[in-house]
């Protein structure tokens, strides 16, 4: 199929795509890196009849070191996180899933503004983003608002994000120096979405747990926060006995759709598996 006839729009600036928002409203689409909307439109899931392009608004793409915080410009493209210095030293998780994302040519121009605000459980980024307690900035015609990912992710293709607003920056935390950390993934193949998939972030003192955050990828219609399993390390030494009860704590809260990937069982049980190794090799990673 091809996609129904629309209006291409390029703005030049961010007040010109917010008005073209506001001027066309349900009508309009916003285009990133293209990689979750172009499919849709040529199975005719979306029909925008204008179609606005953020390829040529300045200030939408960097990654900055913003103090206590790392902060990313949503037209920031998955070969820009993984290549960036910044990120490999201070937020190495986001890294490691960016590498992850389905294959180079992808990677080129699919862009972490865009994955977050398709809203598909799917997608690795929504899972990454509540590990890493992250919020974002909106920006629509009354100015900005920031909202956290804990807030922003409500269902399947379905955010907080207003039909007016723009996602135009990530704001992230700095994990502490010697933080854990791993994405853990399950596929069937290269570029293939996760069948299940777990992100950690570990920080001890000593022998004991001092934070931990677990989130859960293409296991409910949502990302999931694993907060029983969270609660269940705090605290607590990391050994065979307290990651198996923390696997079973996130297993609790998946909610899968059965598919070509697996059934419901099937891949409750892979999230399980996931959140293990994941622990394990944040683990490994963390300072104690």
């Known amino acids: 199929m091809i996609p129904r006839p629309f209006e291409y729009h390029a703005p030049r600036s961010l007040p010109d795509a917010i008005g073209l928002l ?8 916003l285009l990133a890196g293209g990689h979750s909307l172009l499919p849709m439109m040529k199975l005719r899931f979306a029909q925008p009849g204008h179609l606005i ?3 040529k608004v300045p200030g939408l793409k960097g990654i900055y070191d913003a103090g206590n915080e790392i902060r990313i410009g949503a037209m920031t493209t ?3 996180l993984i290549w960036s210095e910044l990120l490999q030293q201070k937020c190495p998780l986001l890294v490691e899933a960016a590498r992850l994302i389905s294959d180079p040519q992808v990677r080129y121009l699919g862009t972490l503004g865009g994955d977050i605000s398709h809203g598909d459980p799917g997608n690795d980024h929504p899972a990454i983003m509540l590990a890493l307690d992250a919020s974002f900035v909106l920006s629509g015609p009354s100015g ?3 909202v956290a990912a804990s807030e922003f992710f409500l269902g399947t293709y379905y955010t907080a994000l207003e039909s007016t607003e723009i996602l135009t920056e990530i704001r992230i935390p700095t994990p502490a120096a010697g933080t854990g950390y791993c994405y853990s993934k399950l596929k069937r193949k290269t570029g293939d979405f996760a069948t299940a998939a777990t992100a950690v972030l570990l920080r001890m003192n000593g022998s004991l747990v001092e934070h931990v955050s677990i989130a859960l990828t293409n296991l409910g219609p949502t990302a999931l926060k694993a907060a029983d399993a969270e609660a269940a390390l705090q605290g607590e030494e990391i050994n065979d006995q307290t990651i198996a009860q923390a696997a079973k704590l996130a297993m609790s809260v998946c909610e899968p759709v059965a598919d070509l990937r697996g059934d419901i069982e099937y891949k409750t049980a892979m999230a399980g598996v996931m959140t293990e190794r994941a622990l394990r090799t ?6 104690r």
Do not use: F, T, W
């Open 144 to 146: 900005e608002r920031i």
């Open 282 to 287: 944040a683990y490994s990673r963390a300072s």
């Open 78 to 80: 998955e070969n820009e």
């Open 53 to 55: 392009d953020l390829g």
């Open 22 to 29: 506001s001027q066309y409203g349900d009508e309009a689409k």
